[in-house]
């Protein structure tokens, strides 16, 4: 038997167990170019009037999800900076239709989770069940001067909020049986002892590594069912959260904390699309085997310190 012979009985085997295109032949690359990452997936996110939640929409209906955006678009007592507003949700809901992508929005509080699921159903009812779920809402409740509830409020947001998120999905993905990937947003105060001394600082920190608890529970508890959970966890991000005149002054009034803030890579924050595009990464086919993991978005803050 010739070598030639050898590789004509190889080629053959070859062509037998992939009778179909293979990833990264000029087919595949032709469907890709056609087809989004997330073509037919539905997407429901929190805090998406503006900032990182508006980008996630934008960035996910580019590669062709819809859309369940929910969003509070009102003032919580102890924050200090002005929060979203309803021409803000409003503004997102034309920009992912300007995509050519259905977007369902409301008005609702992660805190209340009787609302939230009341009107997770009217925009599965609207859209289709969801695939996606990204639990974005947060608060920052810092400044000079604090309000006593700062604490109760950023844990009620972004850890009670973010496990009412998840609660309200995941019965309805469990039932269709089709998997799914949920991303939460964590920050790096949730991998490193930053924040401050203040009760919001404070809160905040442990609330966001709180995240990362919830997140490890439940990429187990959910693996049977393909669900995947990871977690992001962004540096400071261009957003009104954080670039506002009250963190100005806060950041200010404390430079250790901010020296101690300070990126690895020279950049002062990340842009909104920077965590949209590692979100798209997870929750996309091409991390299907992904789950459990704590995805630093930081210009190299955390390997910094």
């Known amino acids: 038997m010739t070598f030639n012979d050898i590789n004509i009985r190889v080629l053959r085997h070859l ?3 992939y009778p ?30 503006r900032g990182q939640g508006r980008s996630h929409a934008i960035r996910l209906a580019e590669e062709g999800a819809d859309i369940i955006a929910l969003d509070i678009c009102r003032q919580i007592g102890s924050v200090a900076y002005p929060m979203s507003t309803p021409e803000d949700l409003a503004e997102t809901a034309r920009e992912v239709e300007a995509l050519d992508r259905r977007i ?16 997770f159903e009217r925009g599965v009812a609207e859209i289709g069940p969801v695939d996606i779920v990204l639990a974005n809402a ?11 509830s700062a604490w109760q409020d950023v844990i009620d947001v972004n850890l009670t909020g973010v496990f009412n998120t998840v609660e309200t999905a995941i019965p309805s993905m469990k039932e269709r049986g089709r998997g799914g990937a949920i991303v939460l947003t964590s920050s790096t105060a949730g991998i490193n002892g930053i924040g401050g001394p203040t009760r919001g600082g404070l809160g905040y920190t442990a609330a966001k590594h709180g995240v990362v608890g919830l997140m490890r529970s439940y990429a187990n508890t959910l693996a049977p069912f393909s669900i995947r959970v990871n977690t992001v966890h962004p540096t400071g991000v261009n957003t009104p959260m954080v670039v506002n005149d009250i963190m100005a002054e806060f950041l200010a009034e404390d430079p250790q904390l901010s020296n101690a803030m300070a990126n690895a890579l020279p950049v002062d924050m990340v842009e909104p699309v920077d965590i949209s595009n590692a ?8 991390a299907r085997y992904v789950t459990g993991v704590t995805l630093p978005v930081d210009a190299g803050f955390t390997n910094k310190k």
Request: negative net charge; hydrophobic residues 40%; proline residues 4%.
């Open 20 to 49: 179909e295109p293979r990833p990264g032949t000029m087919q595949n690359r032709e469907e890709r170019k056609v087809m989004g990452k997330l073509e037919g997936k539905v997407a429901f996110i929190t805090g998406a009037a």
């Open 279 to 286: 979100i798209l990464w997870l929750v996309s086919d091409e």
């Open 138 to 148: 947060g608060i920052a409740p810092m400044g000079r001067t604090e309000l006593h």
């Open 15 to 17: 062509l037998t167990q």
């Open 104 to 119: 369902f929005t409301a008005q609702a509080d992660v805190r209340d989770e009787t609302q939230l699921k009341q009107v």
